[in-house]
Every structure is written in structure tokens, then in C-alpha cells.
């Protein structure tokens, strides 16, 4: 009833609607700019990826991707929504990447064949919204985008493949509450 009457607003983070409102069949132009503000990098969605279901390893640990769209420079864009942050998000954001990352290794090579290289794997973006997030990003409340990419202490520069990319939307509430949007990227 209070949705109705205006009392409350519609819960965005819902799958649902938030599958709805950046949906890449009816609405590609939204995912794309907010993954190419994200990324900071012009981005082009080529298709999106069945939302397959895997069990990692043998356990019986499933995993269900929320949003899985391939870019057009071949890499892979994993959108993940959490509405409470898990006790260990590190952990369960590197189970998703290699989930990811694995399910490209899988289809690139089933598609080259003889001719697959691993140059033919390209990076895989891990994106998590958190609606609430754990402790950890509560030390570092001036922040509100974390970006991780694996980097050698030698500085060697190999291509790792995995990027991660998580947003604690509370603390970007409170980081812009009472405060003048500055950027598109704060717009969203």
C-alpha cells in the first residue's frame, strides 16, 4: 500500500527490477553507460550471457550469476546484486570471477578448437553492488568504489585476467547525502 500511495519507492536491488530497468534487450544503452562510467572505458554490450547455474568444485556450493553480458572487446561483465554483505565478500567475489572466467575458458575453446590460445581468454569483470555491506568497506567509508586487479611486487606486467569492481551503496548514501551529485557516475 505504501508503494501505492508514494509512501515508499520500489526496492531498486530486487532482481527483478533491477534486471528490468538495466535490461540489455530493452534497455542496453542503460548497462552500457553505467558499465563504461564504472570501467572508466567506452562500452559496447555484444550479448548476454544465459545466467547458467554451476556447482563449484564438488561441493554443493551453487552459484547463480545476476547478470552476465559479454562486452565487445570480448571480455565478460559479471553484475552481481547483494542485499546483505556475507561475512567473507573476498572470497565469495573470487569464487564468482573464476566461475566466470572458467564458463569463458569453456566456451572459447569448445568455439576455436585447434586454434585456441589462452590470448583468446579476455578479462572478466567481477561487479558487485552491495545494498548492504560488511565491515570491511565500513574502515574505509570515503569510499564507496573499490577496484582490485591482480599486480606483481616486482612490477612485472602479465595480463591476469580478473578485475574486480565492488560498490557499497550504503556507504555512497551516506557519502552523498546532503551533497551535490558532481559526476554522471554519482547520478546513477
Same mark, same amino acid.
Do not use: W
Given at each position: 500500500m505504501? $508503494?501505492?500511495?508514494?509512501?515508499?519507492? /520500489?526496492?531498486?536491488?530486487?532482481?527483478?527490477? $533491477?534486471?528490468?530497468i538495466f535490461s540489455s534487450e530493452y534497455h542496453p544503452e542503460r548497462l552500457e553507460e553505467i558499465l563504461s562510467l564504472i570501467?572508466?572505458?567506452?562500452?559496447? !554490450?555484444?550479448?548476454v550471457l544465459p545466467n547458467d547455474s554451476v556447482r563449484i568444485a564438488d561441493e554443493q556450493s551453487l552459484l547463480?550469476?545476476?547478470m552476465l553480458v559479454e562486452l565487445d572487446d570480448g571480455s565478460? =561483465? @559479471?553484475?552481481?546484486? #547483494?542485499? !546483505?554483505?556475507?561475512?567473507? %565478500?573476498? #572470497? *565469495?567475489? =573470487?569464487?564468482?570471477? =573464476?566461475d566466470t572466467l572458467l564458463r569463458q575458458y569453456k566456451r572459447?575453446?569448445?568455439? *576455436?578448437?585447434?586454434?585456441?590460445?589462452y590470448r583468446d581468454?579476455?578479462?572478466?569483470y567481477t561487479i558487485v553492488f552491495f545494498e548492504k555491506s560488511t #565491515?570491511?568497506?565500513? &574502515?574505509?567509508?570515503?569510499?564507496?568504489?573499490?577496484?582490485?586487479? #591482480? /599486480? $606483481?611486487?616486482?612490477?612485472? +606486467? &602479465?595480463?591476469? &585476467? +580478473?578485475?574486480? !569492481? &565492488?560498490? %557499497?551503496?550504503?556507504?555512497?548514501?551516506? @557519502?552523498m547525502h546532503n551533497k551535490i551529485i558532481d559526476s554522471e557516475l554519482e547520478a546513477y
Open positions: 505504501d $508503494f501505492c500511495t508514494g509512501a515508499r519507492g /520500489v526496492k531498486m536491488l530486487y532482481d527483478s527490477f $533491477f534486471k528490468e570501467l572508466k572505458r567506452k562500452v559496447r !554490450i555484444c550479448q547463480i550469476t545476476d565478460l =561483465a @559479471n553484475i552481481e546484486i #547483494q542485499k !546483505i554483505g556475507y561475512a567473507f %565478500p573476498g #572470497q *565469495r567475489v =573470487a569464487c564468482y570471477s =573464476a572459447v575453446k569448445s568455439e *576455436r578448437k585447434n586454434k585456441f590460445t581468454i579476455k578479462t572478466v #565491515q570491511e568497506f565500513h &574502515l574505509l567509508k570515503e569510499h564507496y568504489i573499490h577496484k582490485s586487479k #591482480q /599486480v $606483481f611486487d616486482t612490477m612485472l +606486467q &602479465l595480463e591476469t &585476467l +580478473q578485475e574486480y !569492481i &565492488l560498490i %557499497p551503496l550504503d556507504i555512497f548514501k551516506e @557519502n
